[in-house]
T-cell receptor, first 114, second 112 residues
């Protein structure tokens, strides 16, 4: 799995609660990414970070927040403002911040909001 | 970001038949990447194409980048049950690291 871990694999939360998804990598990669996958939708970019202490919004950032305090870690918080949070969340990393770098994905977290 | 369109969305084949998925963009691409996601799994990088007209092969898989760098294809010869999964093309918009924009994928279903 390329040295990227995500936990937990399955997560259940009640509507209205914030929840934080973990993503850790030991690849010494500078760039990290969060994607959301829904059936038939492919993957959509939520947030990305090119370097520690910096991150940028992706295509669907509303209702999500991130932090990048350490190179190895890029946690994603799904807030109560996210209207449809049930989805498969994938974290990825790449060595550099250039446009040709391969992305390595973690195993994902399936979030179900009840 | 700008979309990449992938067709078909689903493809059923008999084991041993060939399979092709196509990826199209309305804008010129700096490069294109292909990923495979097994059922219940996560995307795994297959290959990257950079040059106009480039063709790369990995055993039974052939990847092609169009001359105008606006389309790409993945062809699998003589499919096997291990080829089951969803194949995604993905692009960077160019000009910086803003993550990948993925196509919606082609789901390959193989009937033994």
């Amino acid at each position: 799995d390329g040295g990227i871990t995500q936990s937990p694999k399955y997560l259940f939360r009640k509507e209205g609660q914030n929840v934080t998804l973990s993503c850790e990598q030991n690849l010494n990669h500078d760039a990290m990414y969060w994607y959301r996958q829904d059936p038939g939708q492919g993957l959509r970019l939520i947030y990305y970070s090119q370097i520690v202490n910096d991150f940028q919004k992706g295509d669907i950032a509303e209702g999500y927040s991130v932090s990048r305090e350490k190179k190895e870690s890029f946690p994603l918080t799904v807030t109560s403002a996210q209207k449809n949070p049930t989805a498969f969340y994938l974290c990825a990393s790449s060595a550099g911040a250039g446009g040709t770098d391969t992305q390595y994905f973690g195993p994902g977290t399936r979030l179900t909001v009840l | 970001g700008q979309q990449v369109m992938q067709i078909p969305q689903y493809q059923h084949v008999q084991e041993g038949e060939d399979f092709t998925t196509y990826c199209n963009s309305s804008t010129t691409l700096s490069n294109i990447q292909w990923y495979k996601q097994r059922p219940g799994g996560h995307p795994v990088f297959l290959i990257q194409l950079v040059k106009s007209g480039e063709v790369k092969k990995q055993k039974r898989l052939t990847f092609q980048f169009g001359e105008a760098k606006k389309n790409s294809s993945l062809h699998i010869t003589a499919t096997q049950t291990t080829d089951v999964g969803t194949y995604f093309c993905a692009k960077y918009s160019g000009g910086g690291a803003d993550g990948l924009t993925f196509g919606k994928g082609t789901h390959l279903i193989i009937q033994p």
